[in-house]
């Protein structure tokens, strides 16, 4: 049975699409316009929760970007390289970078779109924003000591979901203004990943998509 992946452009399922271009895995791509849970009622019906990504694959659902990250490397990420298996010695540390990238450096980021962007001019709270921007930046210290020997991805083996998650976390930062505050090994990480292929196919998917779909174009994210 096909993968089923709900997805608006530039959301946290971004690294879900990304995940699966990685893998090769067939799937079937359901396009909706930020924020679902009020512009596309009848999602409720899929997805009470009404947020981005879902995933469906035969009995199984799922709501958590990072867990579908694990998820898909463990199931059908063999020969793909993306995955750590328990038996791998950096596999704590896979699992470790997997979770940081949600709950450490994606999470300060939603409270700065929150009260920045999406309340009414009323409910903005301009220090919260603040404080939690200085929040982020303060939590890519241990990306960027990790990154600061030159290396191509987290960890020493090579490439994997771990790199997938945090990126996001660096391409939501970039897309909300905070390009110009990225510390510079973590810049280059993230740029040399923007030039993988399957990275360059997600994004080309998504606003090609977005557009089929009939909504309103997106000024598009200029990344590195």
């Known amino acids: 049975m096909t993968i089923q992946l709900w997805h608006c452009q530039n959301s946290r399922s971004f690294r ?40 469906r694959d035969g009995e199984t659902e799922m709501t958590e970007s990072c867990a579908m990250l694990e998820y898909l490397g463990a199931r059908y990420g063999a ?89 996001y976390a660096v391409q939501l930062a970039i897309t909300i203004g905070m390009r110009e505050q990225m510390p510079e090994h973590v810049m280059r990480w993230f740029t040399g990943l923007t030039e993988r292929p399957a990275f360059i196919r997600t994004r080309e998917i998504e606003a090609k998509g977005h557009i089929a779909a009939g909504y309103p174009e997106r000024q598009p994210v200029v990344l590195p």
């Open 16 to 55: 879900v699409l990304w995940a699966l271009e990685e893998i090769g895995a067939d799937y079937d791509l359901h396009m909706l316009c930020f924020p679902p849970r009020v512009n596309n009622k009848a999602y409720l019906e899929d997805n009470p929760l009404g947020t981005v990504p879902f995933l």
């Open 79 to 167: 020969g793909s390289g993306c995955a750590r298996s328990p038996e791998d010695a950096d596999f704590g540390a896979y699992l470790n970078w997997l979770h940081h990238g949600e709950a450490t450096l994606t999470f300060p980021q939603t409270v700065v779109l929150r009260y920045a962007r999406f309340e009414p001019d009323a409910r903005k709270l301009p220090q919260a924003v603040e404080d939690y921007r200085e929040w982020f930046l303060a939590r890519l210290r241990k990306t960027e000591a990790t990154l600061s020997d030159g290396r191509a991805f987290l960890l020493p083996s090579g490439f994997s979901m771990a790199d997938i998650s945090v990126a």
